[in-house]
């Protein structure tokens, strides 16, 4: 990647965010990784809820550790005016707000979108929900689970008798993602048009649940069936599933057109008898056939190591893979040799950390430490013109948490 960028492409853009758990937290460590400044602003009772999900990182719970890197902590109560007026202060200067708090919880602090329009027209504002405004569900708190089930994605995860969640919050990353891409979109237009107003920006996770799951709605309207959910492989291609091997492990084979499947069927199984089927010619054929196809392909499998598998699908042109436990994904050898990992600062010590997907040639991602509640305070409020009387003041008050340790 070349000689790290001491910038990156978002340096000079300024975060504020009011974010708990991970779909907020997750838009603006997408954004501190490309160099924005994120002041994170945490509750001095406690802070970001997701400190205290567990504590096996060194104390210190996974899913913040995971998603709040290179951000600064501001502890401010805003249930108290002074606390209010700091963070008015705080984004007279910033570029973006970004939250995610209860439903109703940025009006009654009086941060709603209209007010802030007002107070600062500058701002790009993001509020990420549960399910959008003006509905019947508006009024509902949204966690993860609770949206996958609402946009149906448990229904097709798993088995036709035991539903399932997937197992990454995928709600909350990919409302996170779409935040963070709403947010780049609207500093390329500062950079077409200059400066201006700012934005009022609204994403809710139950409509990007609805946009992921695009293929089973339009599937489910136009059929006028549901897909059931069939395990590990997928109710719109065959064959596509996970088989046993002769050595006990999984491997997870795929066709995705007609052709592989010939080539699956001749060179891999070597049943030119299955190649020539007519129930198997097209890809509906082989879905409806589904169980038959499984069971030949599982037999054939099951007499063959994993490595020997994956040799001859390789040399055929189809695709295969390896069913990882994730203790076994730690140490991948696509990650080890492509130096994937670095070493990211905690309050707790340093811990392993994975680079950002995109790799940008001439850019290093910062990589920067997770923050300690409210260890920013001070230094932050000071370079926005607070005078140490008046962090005293603040402190006394209770609007800001002790001084950091």
Same mark, same amino acid.
């Given at each position: ?6 910038? *990156?492409p978002l340096s000079g853009v300024t975060v504020i965010a009011l974010e708990q758990a991970v779909s907020a937290p997750m838009c603006t460590r997408t954004l501190a990784d490309f160099g924005a400044r994120v002041i994170k602003i945490e509750n001095p ?14 104390? $210190? ?6 998603? +709040? ?14 606390? @209010? ?12 707000? @970004?939250? +995610? ?19 600062? !027209? ?53 409302? *996170? ?9 609207q500093l390329c237009e500062r950079l077409r048009s200059g400066p201006g107003p700012g934005a009022r920006i609204a994403v809710s996770l139950f409509d990007t649940m609805a946009d992921v799951m695009g293929y089973h709605l339009t599937y489910a309207r ?5 897909? $059931? ?8 291609? =065959? ?6 091997? =002769?050595?006990?492990?999984?491997v997870v084979l795929g066709t995705t057109n007609d052709l592989e499947w010939q080539r699956l069927a001749r060179e891999i199984l070597r049943r030119p008898d299955l190649a020539d089927a007519e129930r198997f010619r097209t890809n509906p054929g082989r ?24 040799? @001859? ?10 069913? +990882? ?11 080890? $040799? ?13 811990? !392993? ?14 990589? +920067?430490? @997770? ?7 001070? =230094? ?7 005078? !140490? ?17």
């Amino acid at each position: 990647m070349g000689e790290a960028d001491p910038c *990156g492409p978002l340096s000079g853009v300024t975060v504020i965010a009011l974010e708990q758990a991970v779909s907020a937290p997750m838009c603006t460590r997408t954004l501190a990784d490309f160099g924005a400044r994120v002041i994170k602003i945490e509750n001095p009772a406690g802070g970001d809820f997701a400190r205290h999900y567990d504590e096996v990182v060194d104390g $210190q719970a996974a899913h913040f550790v995971w998603v +709040n890197r290179g951000k600064e902590s501001v502890t401010l109560d805003l249930k108290s005016a002074a606390g @209010v007026d700091v963070l008015h202060r705080l984004l007279a200067r910033a570029d973006v707000l @970004v939250s +995610n708090l209860a439903p109703g919880a940025t009006a009654r602090l009086g941060l709603a979108p209209a007010e802030l329009a007002t107070r600062h !027209p500058h701002l790009i504002v993001v509020e990420i929900d549960g399910f959008g405004a003006g509905g019947p569900l508006s009024h509902k708190r949204a966690y993860d689970l609770l949206v996958q089930a609402e946009a149906g994605v448990c229904a097709v995860t798993g088995f036709p008798d035991s539903p399932a969640k997937p197992g990454p919050p995928v709600a909350d990353v990919t409302t *996170g993602l779409y935040a963070a891409l709403t947010i780049l979109a609207q500093l390329c237009e500062r950079l077409r048009s200059g400066p201006g107003p700012g934005a009022r920006i609204a994403v809710s996770l139950f409509d990007t649940m609805a946009d992921v799951m695009g293929y089973h709605l339009t599937y489910a309207r136009h059929a006028g069936v549901d897909q $059931q959910p069939l395990g590990m492989s997928s109710p719109a291609v =065959a064959p596509y599933g996970s088989y046993g091997t =002769a050595d006990g492990q999984t491997v997870v084979l795929g066709t995705t057109n007609d052709l592989e499947w010939q080539r699956l069927a001749r060179e891999i199984l070597r049943r030119p008898d299955l190649a020539d089927a007519e129930r198997f010619r097209t890809n509906p054929g082989r879905v409806r056939h589904r169980a038959e196809l499984d069971q030949a392909i599982g037999e054939w499998c099951v007499r063959h190591e994993l490595a020997e598998i994956q040799k @001859v699908a390789d040399a055929a042109g189809i695709g295969n893979s390896r069913y +990882n436990l994730p203790s076994e994904v730690l140490d991948h050898p696509q990650l080890v $040799q492509r130096d994937r990992w670095r070493t990211i600062d905690t309050p707790a010590g340093p811990i !392993p950390s994975l680079l950002p997907p995109a790799i940008v040639e001439g850019f290093v991602p910062p990589m +920067n430490a @997770v923050p300690g509640l409210g260890q920013h305070t001070d =230094a932050v409020l000071t370079e926005w013109g607070c005078s !140490p009387a008046e962090l005293d003041e603040l402190r006394a008050k209770g609007a800001i948490g002790p001084a950091y340790a």
